[in-house]
Nanobody, 128 residues
């Protein structure tokens, strides 16, 4: 099994930046794709960004393009989400997700069911 822990959330003003971090740990687990999802109050959890094991494939939700950047450090089993120009609509709990096997198609990166391990989430609140 693996443990996934997110950090870096907080309360910021519109236009500010935040960097979320996610650490995956597990002695016998291989970590492949890593992703961020978010869930706003009263809404379903939605895809934010994902990155392949090599970092060669990166995907973003439309709302994240141009403002958010996902990256990873395989030596530390970590994934990061740099969020710039934050808006009140970005207010949500942000979840890190990790897959233990590789994906066969790009569409898999966008689907919650593709990921095996999830963190508890970190709250991001953007005030206007």
């Amino acid at each position: 099994q693996a443990q996934v822990i997110e950090t870096g959330g907080g309360l910021v003003q519109a236009g500010d930046s935040l960097r979320l971090s996610c650490l995956a740990s597990g002695r016998t687990v291989s970590f492949h794709a890593m992703a961020w999802f978010r869930q706003a109050p009263g809404k379903e959890r939605e895809f934010v960004a994902a990155i392949s094991r090599s970092g060669g494939s990166i995907y973003y939700a439309d709302f994240a393009k141009g403002r958010f950047t996902i990256s990873r450090d395989n030596a530390k089993n970590m994934v990061f989400l740099q969020m710039n120009s934050l808006k009140p609509d970005d207010t949500a709990v942000y979840y890190c997700a990790v897959a233990k096997v590789g994906f066969g198609s790009p569409s898999a990166f966008y689907q919650m069911a593709s990921y095996d391990y999830w963190g508890q989430g970190t709250q991001v609140t953007v005030s206007s």
